[in-house]
């Protein structure tokens, strides 16, 4: 009570520096349930002059005791109001959550702690291999991830990974799930089945606020199997439609070294550009290109979009 009024208790404990290493100037941080934050400064907590309160703060409540992670020199957390760098938590103290890394799909997170926050599982993965931040969320009957790009801090999210809890082992990861342990991330298929993605990127007001006819889109896509099915839809004025039906796709048998007959098995290459022109339609504004995919042996990489469409000479 000396320290946190708000009381509570004592949530998790971690150490937070300002120059990413394990030198004197690393500092002891204490969460607690009510989102109560102290930190200590020194080396030794059995003298006072040794070891010295910085500060108490106020930040959000943490969802869980597995709630933060080493990120770089800060301290990532979870907590109600998103995924808080430490530093910028105690720098907004509540006043904004636009500190949070998790700015970007608030509205997914506040719905996802304000449903799921007593579920066990919320855990983060920094996994450097695929310059990717896991945010593990336990939802009813299973679990999903929020996935942050590190290095354009895009998110997306992933399906179909009931992982109770992740690990990093070298520069492989790793999850365990129901009665077993399971590697993540590795292969082009969900032992076995196809895996499908969505992908919808940003409204755009081409031509500025005017209404235009859409009448054709080229997704550029590179990809280093022609057998990977691709659906297309445009989404109008930010109504966010799935297009209908599932992607086909036909996979393509490559050869196994010392098992496929010489100068007749098929090698798999590297990635291929496509740049299909498609025809699309509808009147609208803004627009934005939704995209499905389905393999369950290539790779594919959406680098960009093209538009064909015509312009109408006012706002009505």
């Given at each position: 009570?000396?320290?946190?009024?708000?009381?509570?208790?004592?949530?998790?404990?971690?150490?937070?520096?300002?120059?990413?290493?394990?030198?004197?100037?690393?500092?002891?941080?204490?969460?607690?349930?009510?989102g109560q934050v102290a930190i200590y400064q020194g080396i030794d907590p059995s003298t006072a002059a040794g070891f010295v309160l910085v500060g108490v703060y106020?930040?959000?409540?943490?969802?869980?005791?597995?709630?933060?992670?080493?990120?770089?020199?800060?301290?990532?957390?979870?907590?109600?109001d998103g995924v808080m760098p430490l530093s910028a938590a105690l720098q907004s103290s509540r006043v904004t959550t636009k500190v949070s890394i998790t700015d970007k799909i608030q509205q997914a997170?506040?719905?996802?702690?304000?449903?799921?926050?007593?579920?066990?599982?919320?855990q983060l993965q920094v996994f450097p291999e695929k310059n990717a931040l896991i945010l593990n969320v336990p939802v009813l009957g299973g679990q999903q991830q929020f996935v942050m790009n590190?290095?354009?801090?895009?998110?997306?999210?992933?399906?179909?990974?009931?992982?109770?809890?992740?690990?990093?082992s070298g520069s492989r990861l790793f999850f365990g799930t129901a009665g077993k342990v399971v590697e993540a991330w590795v292969g082009a298929n969900d032992s076995g089945i196809a895996i499908t993605g969505n992908a919808l990127p940003s409204f755009q007001y081409h031509s500025g606020m005017v209404q235009k006819r859409y009448t054709m889109a080229r997704p550029i896509i590179t990809t280093d199997s022609p057998g990977i099915g691709v659906l297309l839809g445009l989404n109008l004025d930010?109504?966010?439609?799935?297009?209908?039906?599932?992607?086909?796709?036909?996979?393509?048998?490559?050869?196994?070294?010392?098992?496929?007959?010489?100068?007749?098995?098929?090698?798999?290459?590297?990635?291929?550009?496509?740049?299909?022109?498609?025809?699309?339609?509808?009147?609208?504004y803004a627009a934005a290109l939704f995209l499905k995919v389905q393999t369950n042996t290539a790779q594919l990489r959406w680098a960009s979009v093209d538009y064909v469409y015509e312009p109408g000479q006012g706002i009505l």
């Open positions: 009570a000396s320290l946190f009024n708000k009381g509570g208790y004592l949530m998790a404990m971690g150490t937070w520096t300002i120059d990413s290493g394990s030198g004197m100037d690393d500092h002891a941080v204490f969460f607690t349930s009510e106020d930040i959000g409540q943490p969802v869980t005791r597995n709630c933060f992670v080493k990120y770089g020199s800060d301290l990532l957390l979870i907590c109600r997170m506040s719905e996802a702690t304000g449903t799921w926050a007593g579920n066990y599982g919320w590190t290095l354009g801090g895009s998110w997306c999210r992933f399906l179909g990974w009931n992982a109770s809890c992740f690990v990093q930010f109504s966010i439609v799935e297009p209908v039906g599932s992607p086909t796709f036909s996979p393509v048998a490559v050869a196994i070294w010392d098992v496929a007959t010489w100068d007749d098995g098929i090698w798999s290459g590297g990635l291929t550009l496509r740049k299909d022109w498609n025809t699309i339609g509808g009147v609208g």
